[in-house]
């Protein structure tokens, strides 16, 4: 049986970068893969929004909030979106709501927290940058591996059996 995470680590090392824990999984799939989409943006999520309404095909979106524990940077109806255009999954460094809906959506969210307050929405940040949080840089086009263990992410995909 492979074990996502700990099976790339072993085989790959230092080939594949491991992020520093510190996420929960907040939807119902908990394990998730795909290519690496990026938003980097402080406390609105104006730009994730944008991302999830494109079609993901089997994309994980990187959300860099900067840690912040001030608001909610993706909800229920943000997840739903996602899972509806083939968003594989959502990392989200920072804080989801509606933590209770999301659970129940056929997505990969892990997130740093739940807070109920909504971001604010001013359209700034940037999308589809490399990214810097957990140890680790997270770039476009990189591939992102999920589960009960961690996240991992490696330059080329890795044959798992997992469905993206």
Known sequence: ???????IS????????AANPGFSDYGARTVFCGPISTVKCHEDNSLVRASLEQPGDGRVLVVDGGASM????LGDMLATMANQNGWAGIIVNGCIRDSAEI?????????????????LKRGEGQQDVVVHFAGID????DYLYAD?????????????????
């Open 1 to 7: 049986m492979l074990h996502l995470t700990t099976d």
């Open 10 to 17: 072993d085989s790959l090392g230092d080939d594949a970068r």
């Open 70 to 73: 001030h608001c909610a940077l």
């Open 103 to 119: 659970a129940s959506i056929n997505i990969g969210v892990k997130a740093r927290a739940t807070h109920p307050k909504k971001s």
């Open 138 to 141: 997270f770039r476009p086009g």
């Open 148 to 164: 009960g263990d961690g996240i991992v992410v490696t330059s080329k995909p890795v044959e798992t059996g997992v469905e993206a």
